[in-house]
């Protein structure tokens, strides 16, 4: 069975990877071999169902809870399961207590733990949220690392125009390109900054509460972070605006004074495609079954998505295959 997966983001390779794994002959068609134009690219790589749950719905948690695992049998090795502290300024306790409220899966944690978990913050924090069960991942580099042993096994890569008629299903990953095209679609912007310094080390995310702007600080190793990321109602895609880079800039100075010494090596701005309960959709359309707003949960629930489609080809196919002649 030839499928055509059109698009080469995390919900492409993850739906590639299992469709290529119950036996299909793969081509993705990509547009940009170096990710540049995909949201994942810019993606924190959090998964993180639990502190999800703060503001989703919970079928995120629910279909995300099995994310790590099921990333671990993706790429073995490219998991770290560190879990994510969550943190408030000793002023906005009472955020941390909102967040508890809306969580599971954590265990309050004094200035001692989190000075155990995290010696960089040692005596900044006088409480905190651990949330043991989770991890995190670096998007860029699980991004090469599939398409590289996707193609290495056989996925055919193409960046020409794709005959949809040679292929018995297609499967359409293009995000935000599609929504012109839905009217239930909607573009919801998303900011973030990599700093780089060599005076902090942290071992998992860490998120920081603020009643206005809450933040994000993931590791990704050699001194360098990603810090994001705003959520804007816009399909507005061009660069960081001065006053994101501002509160991205104060918030990860609350975390740590040195990050005000740090090097701003990279900012980037990007539109994440959303339905209007914010939970992504697979959906059939003749022979194309569509992937679709992921929203701020792609690497999340990318492997659940992809599943889920490639349950509907196969139990289509094995539907028509086994069909009696008139």
Known sequence: MRILV?????????????????????????TSRNFSRAASWLAGGMLAPWCER???????????RDAADRWEAILPGRIVRNGTLVLAPN???????RFADRTTGYRWVDEHEIATLEPSLAGRFRHGLFFPQEAHLNPREVLHSLRDDLSAKGVIFADGIADDGEFADIVDCTGAARIRLSRELRGVRGEMLYLQTQEIALSRPVRLLHPRFPVYIVPRGDGLFMVGATMIETEFGGAITARSLMELLNAAYALHPAFADAAVVETGAGVRPAFPDNLPRVMQEG??????????HGF?????MAAEAASLIFSRYDSNRNRPCA
């Not at 703060?54 to 995300?64: F, I, T």
């Not at 022979?287 to 701020?296: A, S, V």
């Not at 999340?300 to 659940?304: F, G, K, N």
């Open 91 to 97: 002023r906005d306790r009472q955020e941390l207590r």
């Open 300 to 304: 999340l629930l990318a492997p659940a």
């Open 287 to 296: 022979k194309t079954i569509l992937i679709n707003g992921l929203y701020r």
């Open 6 to 30: 059109k698009g080469a983001g995390v919900a492409g390779l993850t739906v590639a990877h299992e469709l290529y794994a119950r036996g299909a002959e793969v081509t993705v068609f990509e």
């Open 54 to 64: 703060e503001s989703a719905d919970a079928a995120v948690l629910e279909r995300g």
